[in-house]
């Protein structure tokens, strides 16, 4: 299993950010995926998941109407949309997928959202 994520920057607060995951050596359209971010001094947390096939998605309240996570099953894609972008969402951002009853983590990219 590889998960490599993409797309971090550093960006201004109400600005907007498209985060990427990569996935291979599993068959991606059969699990569900996970995006997660740790802050520094934080426990990681997870702010979105989408069911296998694209179905039903989850959000936490902190990022729930501002964050919308999508999938392409025949690209391997994951993809995080990120709007109205606040300092409090700096972190490193992860890609996760739970195979088997082992979590499986990219090795994150780093958002920082700071005027």
């Known amino acids: 299993v590889q998960l490599v994520e993409s797309g971090g920057d550093l960006v201004q607060p109400g600005e907007s950010l498209r985060l990427s995951c990569a996935a291979s050596g599993f068959t991606f359209s059969t699990y569900s995926m996970n995006w997660y971010r740790q802050a520094p001094g934080k426990e990681r947390e997870l702010v979105a998941r989408?069911?296998?096939?694209?179905?039903?998605?989850n959000y936490p309240d902190s990022v729930k109407g501002r964050f919308t996570i999508s999938r392409d099953n025949v690209k391997n894609m994951v993809y995080l949309q990120m709007n109205s972008l606040k300092p409090e969402d700096t972190a490193i951002y992860y890609c996760?997928?739970?195979?088997?009853?082992?979590?499986?983590w990219g090795r994150g990219t780093q958002v920082t959202v700071s005027s």
């Open positions: 989408i069911l296998s096939f694209g179905g039903t998605t």
């Open positions: 996760n997928v739970r195979r088997k009853g082992k979590d499986y």
